[in-house]
């Protein structure tokens, strides 16, 4: 669960302005999320009927507020990311019980980069989307141990 210094600085570098300005750039990111595969409004236990109206949907902006704060947590925690084991794995479990399935978490990383991509303009390199790619990786490796496994599924 390690990253290398290089990355540390470069998503360091990137967060600060992103992470004064949380939702916003989360709204954007899962606008490009149900852009990409508008099937994974089906995953939310809440109304996602009205998901263009982000401002008007609570639980929506509360979820995307959680990601966010996830992200800030992950970006905070660069030098001890094993800190966020327990909790990412639990996550990860809380989000296997609603029923959401790993696969989705893919489409999630991919708007993040494009995110990323939107909000720094030029500042978006190569180096830097590894950076996060790397990151995201990490915690999505993580959070995917929350999953039961098979042999949980049969000892059901
Ligand atoms: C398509 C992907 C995702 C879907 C469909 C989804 C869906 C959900 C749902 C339905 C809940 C409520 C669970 C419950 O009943 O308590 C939830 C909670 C939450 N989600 Fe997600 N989620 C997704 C991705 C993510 C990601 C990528 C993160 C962070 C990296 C995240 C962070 C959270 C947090 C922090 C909570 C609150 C958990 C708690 O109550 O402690 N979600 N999500």
């Not at 540390?8 to 992103?18: D, F, H, Q, T, Y």
């Not at 992470?19 to 995953?43: A, D, Q, T, W, Y």
């Not at 929506?60 to 327990?86: P, S």
């Not at 990151?135 to 999953?147: C, D, K, N």
């Amino acid at each position: 669960m390690a990253m290398a210094e290089k990355d540390k600085e470069l998503i360091r570098g990137s967060w600060e302005s992103l992470g004064k300005n949380k939702i916003p750039h989360g709204v954007v990111m899962f606008n490009r999320m149900f852009e990409l595969e508008p099937s994974l409004r089906n995953l939310f236990n809440f109304d996602t009927t009205y998901v263009e109206d982000y401002l008007s949907n609570a639980a929506l902006l509360d979820h995307i507020t959680k990601v966010m704060l996830v992200l800030d947590a992950a970006v905070k925690n660069l030098d001890n990311l094993l800190a966020l084991k327990d909790y990412l794995v639990k996550l990860g479990r809380k989000h296997a019980t609603a029923g959401v399935s790993i696969k989705a978490f893919g489409v999630v990383g991919e708007s993040l980069l494009y995110m990323l991509q939107c909000s720094l303009g030029e500042a978006y390199s190569a180096p830097l989307q590894q950076a996060w790619l790397n990151l995201y990786t990490i915690v999505e490796a993580v959070m995917s141990q929350g999953w039961p496994t098979d042999s949980e599924h049969k000892a059901d």
